[in-house]
């Protein structure tokens, strides 16, 4: 059974720094494609970043720069370092992954986190 369990949320300020993280279970960890969308109320999700098998990550162009993911294979463990964070980044964010290859389309993720709540105030 897989499980992806997500943390690391709370309440921070504009420009302050906030660290996610996601434990992952029950699933061959390294050939798996992991990635961050987040959610905010009355929109749809939207993907963040993500990080491939062999370590490649991508970003929304709403976070680069400011966003990193990583990933510790041994672990079993992804990592989201979000700074200058603005309100905007206030949203849920989920923790997912995918079969090798990265996407940026919630689709095409087979299993999902229960999510954690960001909220950044002005």
């Known amino acids: 059974q897989v499980q992806l369990v997500e943390s690391g949320g709370g309440v921070v300020q504009a420009g302050g720094s906030l660290r996610l993280s996601c434990a992952a279970s029950g699933l061959t960890f390294w050939r798996h494609a992991m990635a961050w969308f987040r959610q905010a109320p009355g929109k749809v999700r939207e993907f963040v970043a993500a990080?491939?098998?062999?370590?490649?990550?991508y970003y929304a162009d709403s976070v680069e720069g400011r966003f990193t993911v990583s990933r510790d294979n041994a672990k079993l463990m992804v990592y989201l370092q979000m700074n200058s964070l603005e309100f905007e980044d206030t949203a849920v964010y989920y923790c997912?992954?995918?079969?090798?290859?990265?996407?940026?389309?919630?689709?095409?993720?087979?299993?999902w986190g229960q999510g954690t709540q960001v909220t950044v105030s002005s």
């Open positions: 997912s992954s995918k079969g090798l290859e990265v996407s940026t389309e919630a689709y095409e993720y087979d299993y």
């Open positions: 990080i491939s098998p062999p370590g490649r990550t």
